[in-house]
């Protein structure tokens, strides 16, 4: 897995966090995270050749929450995100 992250902007730092949350949730799973120096304002999140988040094209960057969700359908479907899982399925007011 690759986090690609705009050095311009000064978004190393929520690369990091990122990485860190989602090897904490997915630990072996994804064998590794990648942080990626780009330009331009490039914030993409890949596993292997698939884009699982593209700020370009998601106009701005994953809630923690749902970038889980999406990394743990394509990486571990079979895994339950605990709460995460139940907020997402509870109706919204």
């Known amino acids: 897995m690759e986090i690609t992250y705009c050095t311009q902007c000064r978004w190393l730092l929520r690369a990091a966090w990122i990485g860190q949350e ?5 630990g072996t799973r994804l064998g590794e995270v990648a942080l990626v120096p780009g330009t331009g304002g490039v914030f993409r999140v890949r596993i292997d050749d698939d884009v699982v988040w593209d700020r370009a094209v998601q106009r701005g960057f994953p809630e923690i929450p749902v970038l889980k969700q999406l990394v743990r359908d394509r990486v571990a479907p ?3 995100l605990g709460h995460t899982d139940r907020a997402a399925a509870e109706p919204t007011p």
Do not use: V
């Open 22 to 26: 989602l090897l904490t949730t997915f």
């Open 78 to 80: 079979e895994m339950s």
